[in-house]
């Protein structure tokens, strides 16, 4: 039987951190893994859905370059969906090529792959495909996976999830997203551009109900001029395979029942964290439906076993699994020193415009009953947005009474390159006048910041009986 210092479960990229860590430190290192390493993002979600939204975002701007003073595209005949589906998938190889199982194991990291996944016998003993290893400290990194739609029959088509959306060559006449979150938002807008007809289903009464709501409603506006329908405060109630082969969604939308007619359905009602079959029932390991449970530490109630990313972590992102791999090999190589602080996360949503958040929205901002100043920029303020022809959008600062940086939230080209700036300043706890006092490269979108701080900082000046907000126009 083979023993490790530290075994790694899951290669997605918080497992490939972890296990990476490990072994530059010295440990002996094993990484386990059911299907291909990359896991989620490389094969089924970052990678493509960017390269998607990259293609569809130019394919877009070609049909509006007289904006430009181009001539733009006049006819969509050429248009092969095909192609770019392969595009995408050429993508993914080429990042596929730099993750391939040789690769770490030349790095001296024991890579085990078998599709029955890890499951644990003991504390320390763990089994993958005809193999019993042994390990003293094991990092769980699953992952998680689309949450599965309620069963519609037999003779439905199978709904699409962004799991298998990645193998489809032909372009949907029409197409349903239930559900409004950031899949929604990102694929719907891409296949929008594309020439489908697209409707976006969701219970709640907005969609993207958890971003700022003046960026949310930005969002919505764009969404809707290019054509896409957003139905909200709609359940779907039933599905039938219509004649013609589309698919009858029937929904009630606040009391009354409407019936939508798609194609495709596009399943996006969450993900769920991949805890099936791992056995830790049998070594003691509490979790929930939510996922593993885990300590500030990241930790689990097996003391030797602990668990990042989206198997645990609320905030399912790429770079928060990774973020959690360095913390819980620290952990496990120098006792439990470094806290799992999610108290700062930044986040995107690649729909164009982007969204870029970090901190707090200005609603829980005063949900906590604290004085809160606001202060606001348009994009089509900043000259390099103007440039670029793409002045739609704007920057928010949260701030409490004393002006200590709360919260950021943009829409705008690029925001979630620029919103990073108030990641640092807000996880340093920096002076709002130490941004003002940046010197920024002119003409570049990032000048937005100092031009929201320098602003709002002057007009402190300014006789006014109450600051509150800031607006610059």
């Known amino acids: 039987m083979k023993e490790y210092d530290i075994t790694v479960i899951g290669a997605g990229s918080g497992g490939l951190v972890a296990a990476l860590k490990a072994r530059r430190h010295g440990a002996r290192v094993a990484l386990i893994e059911r299907n291909k390493i990359g896991g989620e993002c490389t094969h089924a979600g970052c990678v493509p859905s960017k390269t998607l939204i990259s293609s569809a975002r130019l394919y877009h701007a070609m049909k509006r370059a007289d904006v430009h003073g181009l001539p733009k595209l006049s006819s969509s005949g050429d248009f092969d969906f095909a192609r770019v589906m392969e595009h995408v998938d050429n993508v993914v190889q080429g990042v596929y090529q730099n993750e391939q199982p040789a690769h770490f194991q030349d790095l001296g990291i024991d890579v085990y792959i078998d599709p029955s996944g890890a499951q644990f016998l003991s504390r320390n003993e763990i089994q993958i495909g005809k193999d019993v290893i042994r390990s003293n400290y094991v990092v769980i990194s699953t992952g998680s996976s689309p949450r599965p739609a309620p069963r519609a029959g037999s003779e439905m088509p199978q709904f699409v999830t962004n799991d298998n959306f990645w193998a489809l060559r032909k372009l949907p006449r029409s197409i349903a997203f239930l559900g409004g979150g950031v899949i929604s938002a990102e694929i719907a807008q891409s296949l929008a551009r594309f020439g489908s007809e697209v409707t976006i289903i969701e219970r709640f009464p907005r969609i993207l109900n958890f971003v700022d709501e003046e960026v949310g409603a930005l969002a919505v506006n764009v969404l809707k001029r290019e054509g896409i ?83 645990t972590s609320p905030a399912k992102f790429t770079h928060i699994a990774s973020y959690q791999a ?22 995107a949503i690649f729909m164009d415009p982007e969204i870029g958040h970090v901190g707090l929205t200005e609603s829980e901002a005063r949900r906590k009953g604290e004085k809160v100043n606001i202060a606001q920029v348009n994009t089509n303020s900043i000259d390099r947005f103007v440039t670029e022809s793409a002045t739609e959008g704007f920057l928010k600062v949260v701030m409490d009474e004393n002006d200590v940086l709360l919260g950021a939230d943009a829409i705008g080209v690029h925001a979630g390159e620029w919103i990073q700036f108030f990641t640092l300043a ?48």
């Open 326 to 347: 360095e913390i819980a090999v620290e952990n496990i190589l120098n006792g439990n020193q470094v806290k799992n602080d999610l108290s700062v996360v930044p986040w």
């Open 229 to 311: 329908r957003i139905l909200v405060d709609s359940e779907v109630t039933n599905y039938h395979l219509s004649e013609g082969g589309q698919i009858k969604i029937v929904l009630t939308q606040q009391g009354f029942q409407r019936e939508v007619f798609a194609e495709q359905i596009f399943a996006a009602f969450g993900r769920d964290p991949n805890i099936a079959g791992l056995g830790l029932d049998r070594v003691g390991i509490a979790y929930s439906a939510s996922g593993i449970s885990t300590d500030e530490y990241l930790q689990t109630t097996v003391p030797n076993i602990y668990a990042i990313g989206d198997v």
């Open 426 to 473: 807000i996880q340093q706890k920096l002076p709002i006048q130490s941004l003002g006092d940046l010197i920024f490269i002119y003409p570049t979108f990032s000048e937005i910041i100092k031009k929201v701080v320098t602003r709002y900082l002057r007009n402190k000046t300014l006789p006014v009986p109450e600051l509150g907000r800031v607006e610059v126009l």
